[in-house]
């Protein structure tokens, strides 16, 4: 069975302190695709980035940078320099590929909250 | 990406009532999703929305619950039947388009509160 875990429930830092927001996932399947979805108060959900099982490049896009390490089965989100418009509930998703379909299993969302 | 909008934004329901969601999107996409999201917690997967057939429904939904429609490849609708108050949630729809056929695109979602 699929499962994501986000251990950590909510974390509070001030503005242009670095964070990292962690994600293990657990799959049986050899190929599956990760992913990092952004909610901000207003509620929808924003894709950030979609890494596959095939690719254990590290990725960086301006402050924000993920570290994806199979040995471990993580996918760790690191954002630098924080601002307060980062404030969100961060979802990390295990995608299952399996028989043509597109099945996305999430976290528990991590809180984030920036403060001046 | 698709650019999806999502009707009503929000509403506020009596129990024993049912509300139609709808989702828009504005090119053809190959597939579509329904999922809900209870105060504070995490998305669940509805069902996906089978263009010219039945949706296919996760284990704890059922189609009597949760009727879905999807008539063309830009439009599909989630009703919520006969609300009770633990109905209360964001309900969001997500597509796959045709050029990243891995990646689901979510609508800005529809808060529903069953008073």
């Known amino acids: 069975a699929q499962k994501v875990t986000q251990a950590q429930t909510e974390i509070s830092v001030v503005e242009k302190e670095d964070v990292t927001l962690d994600c293990v996932y657990e799959t049986r399947d050899t190929t599956y695709y990760l992913f990092w979805y952004k909610q901000p108060p207003s509620g929808e959900l924003v894709f950030l980035i979609r890494?596959?099982?095939?690719?254990?490049q590290n990725e960086i896009s301006g402050r924000y940078s993920w570290n994806f390490q199979k040995s471990t089965s993580s996918f760790n989100f690191t954002i630098t320099a924080s601002q307060v418009v980062d404030s969100a509930v961060y979802f990390c998703?295990?995608?299952?590929?399996?028989?043509?379909?597109?099945?996305?299993?999430f976290g528990t969302g991590t809180q984030l909250k920036v403060e001046l | 990406s698709a650019v999806i909008s999502q009707k009503p934004s929000r509403d506020i329901c009596q129990r024993g009532t049912s509300l139609t969601i709808q989702c828009q999107v504005d090119?053809?996409?190959?597939?579509m999703f329904w999922y809900r999201q209870q105060p504070g917690q995490s998305l669940t997967l509805i069902a996906t929305a089978n263009q010219g057939s039945e949706a296919t429904y996760e284990s704890g939904f059922v189609i009597d619950k949760f009727p879905i429609s999807r008539p063309n490849l830009t439009f599909s609708t989630l009703t919520v039947s006969n609300m009770s108050p633990e109905d209360s949630s964001i309900y969001l729809c997500?597509?796959?388009?045709?050029?990243?056929?891995?990646?689901?695109?979510f609508g800005p979602g529809t808060r529903l509160t069953v008073l």
């Open positions: 890494r596959n099982s095939f690719d254990e």
């Open positions: 090119s053809q996409v190959t597939m």
């Open positions: 998703a295990l995608g299952d590929l399996t028989g043509g379909g597109n099945k996305l299993t």
């Open positions: 997500s597509v796959v388009d045709g050029l990243e056929i891995d990646t689901q695109y």
